[in-house]
């Protein structure tokens, strides 16, 4: 894990946070500190940090390298030491209030995986403001006597580990991406067989497994994943060490089950595959790509039937683009797909609703 932290230059008092933060926790992260945007271009070029954490909010240097390390990938926390209290609000001028909120302060916070809040007047009043709901309290050890300096770090570690286990997709190398797609085939069918010659899963050790079953648990997935492993005989962690959650955009849920939103199969297997286009026309999920998988390999699917269904429903284009997808996600074969599959723009909506749904 690597921390970039930056702050106000000449504000001894926040130094001193950042400094004891530093120092606590540099047996456990590559965590390096800079309070000025020439040091901080260089660090960002060379530590290239999972996560810049920034300190106060009213400074346009700090402003404009979260806004850099973020296009680099970094994901970005803000401590505001105060600086967001409506006294310390009421003394900027008008014109300083309206430019930086409007054209960056806003956008900031709100983008923000998780502000910290010092103490709980401080967190009441971010909460207040309704920028952002991904709060932390964690008091500061120089200026109380409330918390020592290594709770105060160590509170602060688990804040970056849930940064750090939050949209995993998107940190996932593409040998693990190839090796879930496998092990969610094999969760599927139940079978070896069918993904004995499948490279990724050839090399085990090379797979991020953390990353894969954090994944695997935000999506509502990880009973495939669990079951995907086990016929295929892969050695796993048991566990996800120092798990304490992940950060998730507002409208996130844990996905429910095709049976919890389109209700129970009444015998039709036509008219119940043609609900569960629907939904997941309606929003694209891993959880309903891998259970519709599941449901076209029944013996009882007519193919035919099904086509002329989604024909009239006017649902066959965006099924077609819908197989290639599952094509690439659960390793669908040809031979259970109704329809052809068909790369096109739907097809990269799809993708990218799947890959950006637990995106900050």
């Given at each position: 894990?690597?921390?970039?932290?930056?702050?106000?230059?000449?504000?001894?008092?926040?130094?001193?946070?950042?400094?004891?933060?530093?120092?606590?926790?540099?047996n456990?992260?590559?965590?390096?500190?800079?309070?000025?945007?020439?040091?901080?271009?260089?660090?960002?070029?060379?530590?290239?940090p999972?996560?810049?954490?920034?300190?106060?909010?009213?400074?346009?240097?700090?402003?404009?390298?979260?806004?850099?390390?973020?296009?680099?990938?970094?994901?970005?926390?803000?401590?505001?030491?105060?600086?967001?209290?409506?006294?310390?609000?009421?003394?900027?001028?008008?014109?300083?209030?309206?430019?930086?909120?409007?054209?960056?302060?806003?956008?900031?916070?709100?983008?923000?995986?998780?502000?910290?809040?010092?103490?709980?007047?401080?967190?009441?009043?971010?909460?207040?403001?309704?920028?952002?709901?991904?709060?932390?309290?964690?008091?500061?050890?120089?200026?109380?006597?409330?918390?020592?300096?290594?709770?105060?770090?160590?509170?602060?570690?688990?804040?970056?580990?849930?940064?750090?286990?939050s949209?995993?997709?998107?940190?996932?190398?593409?040998?693990?991406?190839?090796?879930?797609?496998?092990?969610?085939?094999?969760?599927?069918?139940?079978?070896?067989?069918?993904?004995?010659?499948?490279?990724?899963?050839?090399?085990?050790?090379?797979?991020?497994?953390?990353?894969?079953?954090?994944?695997?648990?935000?999506?509502?997935?990880?009973?495939?994943?669990?079951?995907?492993?086990?016929?295929l005989?892969?050695?796993?962690?048991?566990?996800?060490?120092?798990?304490?959650?992940?950060?998730?955009?507002?409208t996130?849920?844990?996905?429910?089950?095709?049976?919890?939103?389109?209700?129970?199969?009444?015998?039709?297997?036509?008219?119940?595959?043609?609900?569960i286009?629907?939904?997941?026309?309606?929003?694209?999920?891993?959880?309903?790509?891998?259970?519709?998988?599941?449901?076209?390999?029944?013996?009882?699917?007519?193919?035919?039937?099904?086509?002329?269904?989604?024909?009239?429903?006017r649902?066959?284009?965006?099924?077609?683009?819908?197989?290639?997808?599952?094509?690439?996600?659960?390793?669908?074969?040809?031979?259970?797909?109704?329809?052809?599959?068909?790369?096109?723009?739907?097809?990269?909506?799809?993708?990218?609703?799947?890959?950006?749904?637990?995106?900050?």
């Open positions: 894990m690597k921390i970039l932290h930056i702050y106000p230059k000449n504000d001894e008092l926040i130094r001193r946070h950042v400094q004891l933060i530093v120092d606590t926790l540099c456990h992260a590559d965590i390096r500190m800079v309070d000025s945007y020439t040091d901080f271009k260089q660090h960002l070029r060379t530590q290239e999972d996560i810049l954490h920034c300190h106060g909010c009213w400074n346009n240097i700090i402003a404009r390298a979260a806004y850099a390390a973020k296009r680099q990938g970094a994901r970005i926390i803000i401590t505001p030491h105060g600086q967001m209290e409506p006294w310390i609000v009421g003394q900027q001028t008008f014109h300083e209030k309206v430019s930086k909120k409007i054209l960056w302060q806003k956008r900031l916070l709100s983008k923000a995986y998780v502000i910290i809040a010092l103490g709980k007047l401080e967190k009441d009043n971010l909460h207040k403001l309704g920028w952002n709901k991904r709060l932390e309290e964690i008091h500061n050890a120089v200026t109380t006597n409330t918390i020592t300096p290594g709770e105060m770090s160590q509170q602060v570690l688990d804040v970056y580990q849930r940064v750090m286990d949209n995993t997709i998107e940190q996932l190398d593409d040998l693990s991406c190839a090796a879930l797609s496998t092990i969610l085939k094999a969760g599927i069918t139940g079978d070896s067989r069918w993904c004995a010659s499948d490279e990724a899963i050839s090399r085990p050790g090379e797979i991020d497994w953390r990353r894969l079953l954090v994944y695997a648990d935000h999506e509502n997935i990880r009973n495939y994943v669990d079951y995907g492993i086990s016929v005989g892969l050695p796993t962690p048991d566990s996800i060490d120092h798990y304490t959650g992940a950060y998730f955009p507002d996130y849920a844990l996905p429910k089950t095709l049976k919890e939103l389109v209700g129970e199969y009444d015998g039709n297997e036509t008219d119940y595959l043609v609900k286009v629907r939904q997941i026309h309606r929003q694209p999920l891993l959880l309903h790509m891998v259970e519709f998988t599941r449901e076209l390999m029944r013996d009882t699917v007519n193919d035919d039937q099904l086509e002329e269904a989604l024909r009239e429903k649902l066959f284009n965006y099924t077609k683009s819908l197989m290639q997808v599952l094509s690439e996600q659960t390793q669908i074969d040809e031979g259970y797909m109704p329809v052809e599959p068909l790369d096109n723009r739907q097809a990269q909506q799809i993708r990218k609703h799947l890959t950006n749904h637990l995106k900050i």
